[in-house]
């Protein structure tokens, strides 16, 4: 510009040049695009033209700062904002018609960031620090405002900008995923803890927060498929009881998927993969995620017909039969016994028990065995006891077959 107070950007020939990006922060410094010499109400003026007509009559923003350090008063957020701190260096000069003030605007940074203000600026007043020489040329901000525009701008982007959780693997402890996506299964092929969680001090079955059939699903089918399988101690916690589960369960309705398209590894083919295979699949899991990874199907469990074949469902079978069952199971046990006193006593008694939705022979049993007389033994009990009473003890060995009711 040609006179002071014109309120017009100073020519690029007068423009000294931006302290080098090799600071002692390391960080690349804002660049300024235009260094105004302005008066005060000049400042306002280019304020209003930056960030709207009426810019000082508005509500603060919501991340408006203004702050003095030293000589320099720097700002951020909205045209609010500006006012504010023009306002302080006015106090500042006073009426002193010779002051005026270093006004300069930088550009963001090249890097995507959030910048604050309503039309996404970084602004900074250099205040009083802008010496005006008898000659009439302008000097270049001190090197504290530069570096006060930077700091401001980086405690913005670091403050509103959402920071990416630490992650932590609750059983390989690897930083590149979670226990839900980990694939380093125990030596008997399944993996131990719990994915819901991230941790290994509990398994899928002693987690509260795994009651919900829906999150059972999500956590031990969905997000499992291509994958080792969780172990369980009870049948219900097992995969391919809770796919069956799911899928039998009204309340979803037409809501339910008809099939997964990917299900868990059986234990068996896990541990054919082998631990150099499963460290690569895991290392393309964590950098190309699913489904780029690829991760092999296996062919025990490449879809639901496959794994019904693997863990055959047998059909399910009124409670009342269940009590009947349980009547003549008992009978057997006490035909092989012929020590034991009131035999029919018992089985009686599990008839009087009426429809629960498990019937135990374990229980039964037990009744045989009380008093002071002779009693059947529960390990006396013949394998058949095992239609009634089932574990996930196959699951866990992974080479024999799972039923599940």
């Known amino acids: ?139 270049e901000l001190t090197l504290r405002s530069e570096i006060l525009a930077r700091e401001m701008e980086d405690a913005a982007v670091e403050q509103f900008e959402s920071k990416k959780p630490e992650v932590k693997c609750g059983g390989c402890e690897s930083k590149t995923h979670k226990l839900v996506d980990c694939l380093m299964a125990a030596p008997n092929g399944l993996m131990k803890g719990c994915p819901m969680c991230n941790t290994t001090k509990h398994d899928v079955d002693a987690c509260y927060k795994l009651r919900d059939i829906k999150t059972r699903f999500r956590y031990l089918v969905v997000k499992r498929g291509n994958m080792p399988a969780f172990a369980s101690k009870q049948m219900s916690f097992h995969w391919a009881s809770v796919y069956h589960q799911f899928r039998a369960d009204e309340k979803f309705g037409s809501g339910r998927p008809r099939n997964v398209p990917r299900l868990p590894w059986t234990p068996k083919f896990t541990r054919e993969q082998g631990d150099a295979k499963l460290r690569e699949y895991q290392r393309r899991l964590d950098q190309e995620g699913f489904p780029a990874a690829r991760l092999p199907a296996d062919p025990a469990t490449m879809d639901w017909g496959a794994a019904k074949r693997t863990y055959p469902l047998r059909a399910s079978k009124s409670q009342s039969q269940q009590v009947q069952d349980v009547r003549a199971q008992v009978q057997d046990v006490v035909n092989n016994n012929p020590t034991a006193r009131v035999p029919g006593a018992a089985a009686d008694a599990a008839v009087r028990q009426g429809p629960s939705e498990e019937v135990d022979i374990d229980d039964i049993l037990d009744d045989l065995t009380e008093g002071d007389s002779a009693a059947v033994k529960p390990d006396s009990a013949k394998a058949g006891s095992q239609d009634v009473h089932m574990t996930d003890a196959a699951a866990e060995q992974g080479d024999q077959d799972v039923q599940m009711a």
């Open 1 to 139: 510009m040609a006179e002071q107070g014109s309120g017009r950007p100073q020519d690029s020939s007068h423009k000294h040049d931006a302290p080098s990006d090799k600071s002692s922060t390391g960080a690349k410094a804002p660049t300024p695009t235009n260094l105004y010499y302005l008066s005060v109400e000049e400042a306002r003026n280019l304020v209003d033209r930056l960030a709207g007509p009426g810019s000082r009559n508005r509500p603060p923003g919501t991340n408006d700062s203004v702050m003095q350090h030293g000589n320099c008063v720097s700002f951020s957020g909205s045209g609010h904002a500006a006012h504010a701190a023009i306002d302080m260096v006015a106090q500042t000069i006073a009426d002193d018609e010779n002051a005026s003030l270093g006004f300069v605007v930088f550009k963001p940074k090249p890097e995507p960031r959030r910048f604050l203000g309503d039309k996404g600026l970084t602004v900074v007043s250099g205040g009083s620090g802008v010496t005006i020489p008898k000659e009439g040329k302008y000097a």
